[in-house]
């Protein structure tokens, strides 16, 4: 996951399956303003679609990801 920040902010980002349960929380700390990269390791799930939510203050994405 890589983003930037134009300031600190609370960010959590959360992985969803497509029936909407949650399944895995990816992070959810306070981010220094500049870039931002981290992996997420979703190897314990079973292949499918998931959607991953991300929550930048009070703004959010939603993003597919297709594990395989």
Same mark, same amino acid.
């Given at each position: 996951?890589?983003? @930037?920040? @134009?300031? *600190?902010?609370?960010?959590? +980002? %959360?992985? /969803?399956?497509?029936?909407? #349960?949650?399944? %895995?929380?990816?992070m @959810?700390?306070?981010? *220094? @303003? ?9 190897s314990?799930?079973? +292949? !499918?679609? /998931?959607?991953? #939510?991300l929550?930048? !203050?009070? +703004?959010?994405? *939603? %993003? #597919?990801?297709? #594990?395989?």
């Open positions: 996951m890589s983003f @930037n920040l @134009n300031e *600190t902010s609370k960010v959590s +980002a %959360q992985l /969803y399956s497509l029936d909407g #349960k949650e399944v %895995q929380e990816l @959810n700390e306070k981010v *220094t @303003n500049g870039d931002f990269n981290r992996p997420f390791d979703v314990a799930l079973p +292949a !499918g679609i /998931y959607l991953m #939510k929550n930048v !203050g009070d +703004a959010s994405v *939603t %993003q #597919k990801i297709v #594990k395989q």
